[in-house]
Structure formats: C-alpha cells, structure tokens
C-alpha cells in the first residue's frame, strides 16, 4: 500500500529519532532513516528535500500538535490568564519525549544557515499559544504578546534543557518567574494606553507593528522573523 507524504515523513521522523541521540540532525541520520523506513531515497528527497532540517521541524511541529490537543482536553478555566500561559508553556515541553533530540535541535537552529527556520519554529509555538487560549488582539497587542513569549519559551527551553531538578520542579519556577516580569510589562503598557498624556508615544509601535503583521497576512509569515 502506497504512503502518503504525511505517513512516510512520520515514518521517517520516528527512524530518525532513533540516531539523533547519537549523530544529531545531520545528513548521516537522515540516510540512515530512510534505510530504516524502507523508503526510496527519491521519494524521501520528495517529502524532505532539506534532509535532517525537515525532519527536525516536523519534530517541532509534532511536539507543537501534541500541545494543542492537551490543551484542547484539559479545563483550565478556573486559572488565572497568566498560569493559563504557563500551562501552555509547560504542556508544551512536556509532549517531549526525547530532550536529547531538542538538545540536538538547538544545536541545528543556531547555526546561521538555520537560524531563522528556527525563530519561525518558536513563533509558530508562541502563536498557536496564544491562539489556543482566545487570542483576537488585532494591533501592537498581537506582535508584543508573540514576541515576549517567544522570548520567554526560547529561555524556559535552555534552562529546562539543563534542568536535572525533580519533575523539572526548578523549570516550572523559572517560567513562572519570567511570565511574572511579562505580566509586568504588559500591566505598564496599559497603564500607558489609559494616560492621555503618555498614549501618543505608543503611535509609532502600533504602526510599526501594522508592518510587520502584513507580510504575515499575505504569506502566513510571522513578519520580520520569517
């Protein structure tokens, strides 16, 4: 029975997680999975034609299509918006089931030849976050939530890549404590918002944001970070 491109790139992504531990997202994992998938090397190049790089953000978005599901079946009505978030964060992390092949990933994602595959990956996490939990901001709102949260994660991803605490206990502390310094910011903004004498100095953010949220309407882009 013939696959469909969704099927062997899962089918790829789980042999290849089988060798990252050992040989990271590189072009030696990736021939080795499709040896391992029984697939053909074409047909392989068809569905990833960047090889390993491919693979490692299918990983992502995997881990990203585990989160929205349990946030989707989990009740977190009674929480506070921040803990929400938190959640989120946490569920997130938690749909990992190899921190090895997250290791490996950053590794990937931080040479400047994928570099900015990688910032769109922790947009996209950030945006279907927000987007989740109701989201419908429609001005500045819209990139300074994405942007902050991207920010937090990316930080809450390295410390808990080093985290060798119980249940990661010492993680769940260190988001709380940056969601904390962005409630902060976000109570400042609106504090600004609502001063008369302060609200014009935000016209420039808000129109700069415009900016950057069109390519993202045009081309399903996060704007500048794409």
């Known amino acids: 029975m013939s696959l469909t491109y969704e099927e062997a ?18 072009e030696e994992t990736f021939r080795a ?12 190049r068809a569905i990833c034609p960047r090889g390993a790089v491919d693979l490692a953000l299918a990983y992502h978005a995997r ?37 090895e092949a997250v290791r490996r990933g950053v590794t990937l994602f931080a040479l400047p030849a994928h570099a900015s595959e990688g910032a769109k990956a922790i947009w996209q996490t950030c945006d279907a976050i927000w987007t989740a939990l109701g989201d419908t901001s ?3 709102n819209w990139y300074t939530k994405r942007a902050t949260l991207s920010a937090v994660y990316s930080a809450t ?7 060798e605490s119980p249940a990661h206990e010492a993680t769940w502390e260190f988001l709380d404590r940056r ?14 918002q609502k001063n008369p004498l302060l609200k014009p100095f935000l016209a420039g953010p808000n129109w700069l944001a415009s900016q950057m949220r069109a390519p993202r309407a045009k081309d399903g882009l996060p704007g500048s970070l794409g």
Do not use: C, P
């Open 63 to 99: 881990g990203d299509a585990a989160m929205l599901e349990r946030l989707a079946s989990e009740d977190l009505s009674d929480l506070r918006f921040r803990d929400r978030i938190a959640a989120a964060v946490r569920f997130r992390l938690e749909a990992v089931e190899d921190k």
């Open 179 to 192: 969601i904390d310094n962005v409630m902060q910011f976000e109570k400042f903004k609106a504090d600004v």
């Open 157 to 163: 991803v390295l410390y808990w890549l080093g985290d």
């Open 33 to 44: 999975a499709v040896a391992d998938a029984g697939l053909d090397m074409d047909f392989a």
């Open 138 to 140: 429609d001005d500045v």
């Open 9 to 26: 790139r899962n089918r790829l992504l789980d042999a290849a997680l089988a060798h990252v531990a050992f040989d990271g997202w590189t």
